[in-house]
């Protein structure tokens, strides 16, 4: 395979989600907690989530104006008379992005700069480009322009998380982390990541504020083998999103010892990726909820490219070619290669007891 294959795609991929980065880390700084609207499954929408959006699809429609978007956000209630104040003020903030000065690797030509302001029209359209079913064929991106809400209002982890999925199998992931600290080794010392990987071509951790420059060429990543004493498991922060006192069945059966590490958000894929824990589990709560695409593709990438495996709860592929959804939720395991196996077994053998025991 070309080193060159999806060269465009990374850089630009990069360059939004850095740009949606900053534009999220500023909102955080000066939110107001009126601009929070409500969504039906209850996870709050920040003006950063559909800001973020706006500028990322703005981003892609100037680059690859063919190419589909499956995103979280609409703009339906934007357009409304009483979503008005919101609008505005995303559309402010959207174009501050935009309009920001290049930064080494950038190109104009990218709908970013000085003289790259958008209308409020054009943003909402931009927005609504995130509203593509998916597919079995062709290529599309996914976007979840602030993956982990509740732990970005906490001021804690959080993503920005953009794939370019192509027939089916993910290509190329970029998650950015404004919060997670570069070094697990010094949780207090500087913040700010972004991840990459194209697959065939590793996993690479880059600094936030520079991921262009041909200086910043990045930490390759590797998830190392584990033992029982070094594995643990990294797992939702939200009870509502996974089912965590299986996970701790799960643990016992695999003799590990060491608590689980919990965080919001895809920086769960970024730390197994760099090696930080030892296995993302994700098990369902309950019958019903489909796990999104947006929330595990450039996840699961960046996962394999890093040596590890991804699998459901019974260690089959994750099928992205299904539409907006996984289909029927069958969980999501992670680990490196040595453990993967093992995983999934602690994991059938805890279903088995749970089914026996009703």
């Known amino acids: 395979m070309s080193i060159a294959t999806y060269a465009a795609e990374k850089q630009i991929a990069i360059a939004a989600v850095r740009r949606a980065c900053v534009l999220t880390a500023s909102v955080f700084n000066k939110l107001v907690k009126q601009e929070t609207l409500t969504k039906e499954d209850a996870s709050p929408v920040t003006v950063g989530d559909y800001s973020a959006q706006a500028v990322v699809n703005t981003i892609l429609g100037r680059t690859f104006p063919q190419d589909p978007i499956v995103g979280e956000e609409d703009a339906a209630d934007l357009r409304q008379e009483s979503g008005k104040a919101l609008r505005e003020r995303i559309v402010q903030l959207a174009n501050e992005t935009l309009t920001a000065p290049l930064i080494e690797g950038e190109k104009e030509e990218w709908g970013l700069g000085s003289s790259q302001g958008q209308t409020s ?65 010094n949780p207090s010392g500087e913040r700010g990541c972004l991840f990459v990987a194209v697959r065939g071509q590793g996993a690479y951790q880059l600094p936030l504020a520079s991921p262009l420059s041909p200086s910043a060429a990045g930490t390759r990543l590797t998830i190392p083998p584990s033992t029982p004493e070094t594995l643990n498991f990294l797992e939702s922060v939200e009870k509502a999103h996974a089912k965590l006192s299986f ?16 965080m919001d958000s895809q920086a769960k894929y970024c730390v197994l990726a760099r090696g930080d824990g030892g296995a993302y589990l994700r098990m369902p709560t309950g019958t019903g909820y489909k796990e999104k695409i947006w929330d595990h593709a450039p996840g699961s990438v960046l996962v394999e490219e890093a040596g590890g495996v991804i699998t459901d709860g019974r260690g089959q592929p994750l099928d992205f070619g299904l539409g907006r959804t996984l289909g029927e939720n069958y969980g999501v395991v992670a680990a490196g290669k040595d453990v993967h196996a093992k995983v999934i077994a602690a994991v059938q053998q805890a279903k088995e007891e749970e089914t026996q025991s009703k």
């Open 121 to 185: 029209e054009q943003l909402l359209d931009a927005i609504d480009r995130g509203n593509y079913g998916g597919g079995k064929t062709g290529r599309f991106w996914t976007l979840d322009p602030i993956d982990g809400t509740k732990g970005f209002l906490r001021g804690e982890q959080y993503a920005v998380c953009l794939a370019l999925i192509v027939d089916s199998r993910v290509e190329l992931g970029v998650i950015g982390c404004p919060n997670l600290p570069v070094s697990a080794a």
């Open 247 to 262: 996970n701790e069945r799960v643990a016992q059966i695999l003799g590990i010892t060491r608590p689980p590490t919990r």
